[in-house]
């Protein structure tokens, strides 16, 4: 069965810095890119960037290049969103979900879209 | 970067009736759409990729259509559990990258 497992709910002060985890499990984690998506309160869903854990290929949105890290850690399964100095307006709900889309090297497209499984959710509150 | 607009804001209907979502793109995203659907404190959960494929457990009342710029989601006859939020969402090629639409809200009437 596969599973993305995030990490706990966190308050933080403005300022402060932050990481957030996603343990994938029940697949093979380096084969399948993994992707963030914001939700802050009472709105709709953004997409925040994606990340290929089998070498590190990393995609930002443009609203969030910049703002935030994603990384990943293959040995231990695991995908993270991490800040530098939290704002106020990071304040939100934060999932992550594998993307099983594939890369065609004859035609340079890729194919597959949706975000079929998902995190249960990492809330982050940010408040002085 | 590919505007996704959704289509009603709010759609009030009865259990038993035909919910139909429309999903436009500001350029042609060929097939590669999703939909999703998202109830209060859950996660999203993947209902339609690449335009009309059902995603693995998801009724055969869901269904989408379209390709280019114009999508639908219908829901052939509403169950009370399908009243929920409803999202699009778009992936590109190049760069890489995904967008989502603002939501449809599908309310009891």
């Known amino acids: 069965e596969v599973q993305l497992v995030q990490s706990g709910a966190e308050v933080k002060k403005p300022g402060e810095s932050l990481k957030i985890s996603c343990k994938g499990s029940g697949y093979s984690f380096t084969s399948y890119w993994i992707g963030w998506v914001r939700q802050m309160p009472g709105k709709g869903l953004e997409w925040m960037g994606i990340?290929?854990?089998?070498?590190?290929?990393?995609r930002y949105s443009p609203s969030f290049q910049g703002q935030v890290t994603i990384s990943a850690d293959k040995s231990i399964s695991t995908a993270y969103l991490q800040w530098s100095s939290l704002k106020a307006s990071d304040t939100a709900m934060y999932y992550c979900a594998t993307a099983p889309i594939s890369y065609d090297i004859l035609t340079g497209y890729y194919k597959g879209s949706g975000f079929d499984y998902w995190g249960q959710g990492t809330l982050v509150t940010v408040s002085s | 970067e590919i505007v996704l607009t959704q289509s009603p804001a709010t759609l009030s209907l009865s259990p038993g009736e035909r919910a139909t979502l429309s999903c436009r793109a500001s350029?042609?995203?060929?097939?590669?759409l999703a939909w999703y659907q998202q109830k209060p404190g859950q996660a999203p959960r993947l209902l339609i990729y690449?335009?009309?494929n059902r995603a693995t457990g998801i009724p055969a009342r869901f269904s989408g259509s379209g390709s280019g710029t114009d999508f639908t989601l219908t829901i052939s006859s509403l169950e009370p559990e399908d009243f929920a939020v409803y999202y699009c969402?778009?992936?590109?090629?190049?760069?890489?990258?995904?967008?989502f639409g603002q939501g449809t809200k599908l309310e009891i009437k």
């Open positions: 990340i290929y854990p089998g070498d590190s290929d990393t």
């Open positions: 350029q042609s995203v060929s097939s590669y």
């Open positions: 690449d335009a009309s």
């Open positions: 969402q778009q992936r590109s090629n190049w760069p890489l990258m995904y967008t």
